[in-house]
C-alpha cells in the first residue's frame, strides 16, 4: 500500500501537469485560395510560419475543404477570396472568411485569437507595403499595447497548473485514505473490539488520524520537490508559511474523511461519497475554470470548498510571494471549515448505538 | 450477582430480537446461554458490553449499570466477539501488547493469567493475527480479552467453526478460567456444549424458555425418549409421524427421537406397526434425554 500511496500522486501529477494545457497547438488548418496572387500566398506563408497551425491542406473549393471539416480532418478553413489583393490595394478593405470546428468550444475560441492575431500582423505589414509615404505622414500613430504578464512573465502554463494539481492530489489522497480508515474497522469488526475498551473517543480518533496528517505533509513535500526540479516551478514566497496553511487545511479534510466513515458501513459507500466530493470540489476550485465565470449560485457555493482555498493560497505564495497577512483571508476561513467539520465528526462518532 | 439483566426487550424496526429477557448469573459462575441462530444471544450481549442501550429493562454488570456507568464497565469486562476482530496486520505479539496498552497494563502484568493459552501460541508471536488458523485465532482472541485481568468474560458464540479437538480444549481452558474466579457468560448453538456449563438459559425467538442446571434441565423432561432405526430413515421418520399415538418425532444422529403420548407406551406395539408398514431392521431402545431434546420440547 505504501508504495502505491506515494508512486501514483508522482505519476499523476507529473503526467497531468504535462497534459493538462490551455495552450492548443498542432491546429489543422487548411485554405482555399481563389486569388492566388503573392499577397494570398503571403497570408498563408505566415500561418505556415506559425507553430500553432500545421498547414496541412490546399483545396480547390470550399464545398471540399467543408467535406473535409466534416470528416475531422481539418479544424480551421480559411476563404480567400478573388480579388484579395486588388481590393486591398484600391479600396484598403477586403474580406477573408475564416471557417473553425467548434466541437471542442474552447479551442475554437482559443483558435480564432491566434487566427486574427496573424491576419492583423498581416494586415499591418501590408498598409504599410501598400501606402506612399504621403499617406504615411498623415497615418495616425498606431496604438501598440505591449501586455506584461506578472508573476508568470512567459505565460509558461505549468507555473500555474503545478501547485493546482499538487493541492487535489494532497486532498485526494488524505480524504480517501482518511475516509475508508475508520470504515475498515467497521468492515472487520475491530471497532467492535476497541469499543468495548475503555479508550477515550478523542484519544481514538486522533490515533486514526494523525498518520494521515503526517501523510498530507509528506505528500506535500514531495510534490513540492518535484515542482521545483522537475517543472522549475518558481518558489517565490514562504514555504514555512504554505507548510502552516497545510497544516489547517489536512484538519478540514481529515475531519471529512471521519464524518465521511461515521455515515457509511462499507469502504465502497465511503468511496463513493469521497468521491462525488472531489469531483465537486476540483471542477469548482478554479483550477481548470476560473470562479469569475462561474454563475453566481455557483461562487457561492465555491465559497465552501477548501481545495479553492488551497490553490489560491499556493499559487498566492509560490508565484506572488504572498505574506501571512496577505493569506490571512483564506487561513481564517480554513481555521473555521476545520473547527466545524471535526466538531460535527467527533459528536457524531458514537462508541455506541 | 456478577450480571443481572431484568425485562431487558430490544427490537430492530419490526424484528422483535430480545423480548423481555431477565436471569441472574453469580460470581466465578459459567453460564451458558443456548440456542440456535437469530435466537438473540448477540443482541444481549452487546447490551451487556454497552455496544447497544436495550428499549427496556435494566441490566448491571459486575456492579455497573450498563448505561450509566457505561465507562466503568469497559474497564472491567473482557469481550471476544463471534467475529475475529482483531488487528490483521498485526502480529500475534503486537496485538496482544495493543490491547495490554488501552487498558493501561502490560502483558507481563496479567501473564499468570493468560499463561495457559498464551504459551500454546507463543511459537507464533511474529505472525501476523490474519495468517493464523481458526484455533490459533480464538485463542489469541481470548488472550486479548483477558489480558486486563477482567472480573466478566462475554464469549459470544467462541467454539463456531472449530474444529472438535480445539472446541474441547477451549472448553476446558474455561474451566480453568472460571477457576481463578472470572465470571463467564457464554453463548453458544452447540447443545453438547450446554451440558459443561454451570447453569444454562435456553433461548429462542429473543425469549428464554428455561433456566436452570444442566442436569435439571434434562430431569424434568416429562416423558421416555425412544431412539428408533429401520433401513430407510426418512420413510421410517413419515411412518412414525403418521402413527397416531406419536407425541414428537425428528431425526437425531443416526436415529430417528421419539416419544408417545400415552403413558403406558409398548415399544412391541410400535414395532408391529412399522413392519406392517414394511420397515426392516427395526431397531427400538430407550435412550437418556439430551440438552436437545429438551429444548426441541420447549421450543415446539
Redesign the interface.
Known sequence: MLPIIFVLPILQLVILSNAATFEIKNIKFSYVDHDKTSFSRALIEKFDASTYFNVIANFPSKKEANVAMAKGKVDVILEIPRYFERDLLKQKNTGISVAINAIDGAAAGVENVYINQIVQNFNKKAIVALSSPADMANAPKDIVTIPSFWYNKTLNYKTFMVPGILVLLVTMITLFLSGMNIVREKE???L????????KKYQFIIGKLFPFWILGFVLLTVGLTIAKVVFNVPIIGSLGLIYFYTAFYLLVVLGMGLFISNFTDTQQQAMFISWFFVVIFILMSGLFTPIESMPMWAQYVTEFNPVKYFVQVTRMVMLKGADFNDILPQLTKTVIYAVIMNGLAVWNYK??? | MSISVKNISKSFKTVNAVDDVSFEVKEGELFGLIGPDGAGKTTIFRIL?????ADKGTATVAGFDVVDD??EI??H?G?M?G??????DLTVEENLTF?AT???TTIEENYELIKDIYVQIEPFKNRRAGALSGGMKQKLALS?ALIHKPKVLFLDEPTTGVDPVSRKEFWEMLKRLQQKGITILVSTPYMDEAALCDRIALIQHGKILQIDDPKEIVKHFPTTIYDIKAANIYKLLLALKEYKHSYSVYPFGEFVHYTDKREDFNPQELQQYLEANNHQNIKIEITKTTIEDTFMELAK
Open positions: 472487520i469488526g475491530t467492535e473490539q476497541m469499543n468495548v475498551t475503555p479508550i462508541k455506541t448505538n | 458490553t454497552t455496544l447497544l442501550f457505561f465507562k469497559r474497564n469486562v469481550y466477539p467475529k475475529f476482530s482483531l488487528y490483521q490491547f488501552i487498558f493501561g486479548c
